[in-house]
């Protein structure tokens, strides 16, 4: 087959790729369609992005097993949308790629999806039911946001990561203390008055979501229970009053910015399972040290602009000192650091410390 040459079939329009087809519009009128395995003993195994976007007519949607990847906004907008079948072996689906889709009602994600992409079904208003099958792993951010009528999800204890306000505007609803949880994840903490102070995360939880206490500015304690594994990407970002952080030694993978501008942090006890630390502490200005644990291997931007840092215990194990690790720590007087530390060339800029490597 040659590339990139389109052929019609029945209202479908398909492009050839190396030996199969992709589907990159619908120029009929069909109100339910079955996207076929093939056509011509070439199978069909895409959706290219946007190839059903803001079409009104379409009402029912069956989707073939030999599609494999359906592009981003696919069928964004497509009010009318009631009723869908998902190809088995469907890895993730994109972004967008059923926002809008108002009418739509209940989804049974298929067995071997492993994400859910950014503002995946944001704003499907109707949708009150989701099966989520064993393996999936992420969930992006505002997957579900706005999915109004949407008043539970059990989600498989194969998740990891759930993205920033992934559930936010649904009808699932916050404890009354604020807290919003979904099984094992943590999700969110509903501050609207700005006057929560202190925070225990309930026994059980293994995930914090990402962003769950972004912008908590009045938050100055936060308890972590045991078993917890993973703490998201700015999911402390701009508590600004925050001031110490106790983190038990199940958590094994702390997302980009956690602790971003928490101004007021001071003390903070790291994980011993932890192996990186990336972007982690950016802005926390009040901490004056700090001990690496030993599984640390690698380190980016985690202390950037930490201008009390004066002392820091680093580990023998670590191999790698990223980009502006520690950019603008103007009090750090002296490191020691491993023999063979490869060292990025913006690991200590703005920084005046004495640099000894150890034999």
């Given at each position: 087959?040659?590339?990139?040459?389109?052929?019609?079939?029945?209202?479908?329009?398909?492009k050839?790729?190396?030996?199969?087809?992709?589907?990159?519009?619908y120029?009929?009128?069909?109100?339910?369609?079955?996207?076929?395995?093939?056509?011509?003993?070439?199978?069909?195994?895409e959706?290219?992005?946007?190839?059903?976007?803001n079409?009104?007519?379409?009402?029912?949607?069956?989707?073939?097993?030999?599609?494999k990847?359906?592009?981003?906004?696919?069928?964004?907008g497509?009010?009318?949308?009631?009723k869908?079948?998902?190809?088995?072996?469907?890895?993730?689906i994109?972004s967008?790629?059923?926002?809008?889709?108002r009418?739509l009602?209940?989804?049974?994600?298929?067995?071997?999806?492993?994400?859910?992409?950014d503002?995946?079904?944001?704003?499907?208003t109707s949708?009150?039911?989701?099966?989520?099958?064993?393996?999936?792993?992420?969930?992006?951010?505002?997957?579900?946001f706005?999915?109004k009528?949407?008043r539970?999800?059990?989600?498989?204890?194969s998740?990891v990561?759930?993205g920033?306000?992934?559930?936010?505007?649904?009808g699932i609803?916050?404890?009354?203390?604020?807290s919003?949880?979904?099984?094992?994840?943590?999700?969110?903490k509903?501050d609207?008055d700005?006057?929560?102070?202190?925070?225990?995360i309930r026994?059980?939880?293994?995930?914090i979501?990402?962003?769950?206490?972004?912008?908590?500015?009045?938050l100055?304690?936060?308890?972590?229970?045991?078993?917890?594994?993973r703490?998201?990407?700015f999911?402390f970002?701009?508590?600004?009053?925050?001031?110490?952080?106790?983190?038990?030694?199940?958590v094994?993978?702390?997302?980009?910015?956690?602790?971003?501008?928490?101004?007021?942090?001071?003390?903070?006890?790291l994980?011993?399972?932890?192996?990186?630390?990336?972007g982690?502490?950016?802005?926390?200005?009040?901490?004056?040290?700090?001990?690496?644990?030993?599984?640390i291997?690698?380190?980016?931007?985690?202390?950037?602009?930490?201008?009390?840092?004066?002392?820091?215990?680093?580990?023998?194990?670590?191999?790698?000192?990223?980009t502006?690790?520690?950019?603008?720590c103007?009090?750090?007087?002296?490191?020691t650091l491993?023999?063979n530390?490869?060292?990025?060339?913006t690991?200590?800029?703005?920084?005046?410390?004495?640099?000894?490597?150890?034999?």
């Open positions: 087959m040659k590339n990139n040459i389109e052929r019609k079939y029945n209202g479908f329009v398909l050839e790729l190396d030996d199969s087809y992709a589907l990159v519009k120029e009929g009128a069909g109100t339910e369609l079955c996207i076929p395995d093939d056509v011509d003993g070439i199978p069909i195994t959706i290219m992005p946007q190839s059903f976007k079409n009104k007519a379409l009402k029912k949607l069956y989707i073939s097993d030999h599609v990847k359906i592009g981003y906004e696919a069928f964004f497509c009010s009318m949308l009631n869908l079948r998902l190809p088995e072996g469907l890895k993730e994109d967008s790629v059923f926002e809008g889709c009418a009602r209940s989804i049974a994600l298929p067995a071997g999806l492993v994400s859910v992409g503002g995946a079904f944001r704003y499907c949708l009150c039911r989701i099966v989520f099958p064993d393996g999936l792993r992420y969930i992006y951010s505002y997957a579900f706005g999915c009528a949407l539970d999800a059990e989600l498989p204890d998740v990561r759930i920033e306000g992934a559930f936010d505007m649904t609803k916050a404890s009354p203390d604020g919003f949880y979904l099984g094992h994840i943590f999700c969110r509903k609207r700005g006057c929560i102070t202190s925070v225990v026994d059980g939880t293994t995930i979501a990402d962003g769950a206490f972004e912008g908590c500015s009045a100055r304690e936060i308890v972590l229970p045991e078993g917890l594994k703490i998201g990407s999911a970002s701009g508590c600004s009053r925050l001031e110490a952080v106790i983190m038990p030694d199940s094994q993978k702390i997302g980009w910015g956690a602790f971003f501008d928490c101004t007021s942090l001071r003390r903070v006890k994980s011993d399972s932890l192996t990186e630390l990336n982690t502490f950016c802005n926390c200005r009040r901490i004056e040290s700090i001990s690496i644990p030993d599984n291997h690698l380190m980016s931007e985690a202390f950037r602009n930490c201008m009390s840092l004066r002392h820091i215990d680093i580990c023998d194990n670590i191999d790698t000192i990223g502006n690790t520690f950019y603008g103007q009090s750090l007087d002296e490191v491993p023999e530390v490869i060292i990025a060339d690991a200590f800029e703005k920084c005046s410390a004495h640099i000894t490597k150890s034999i």
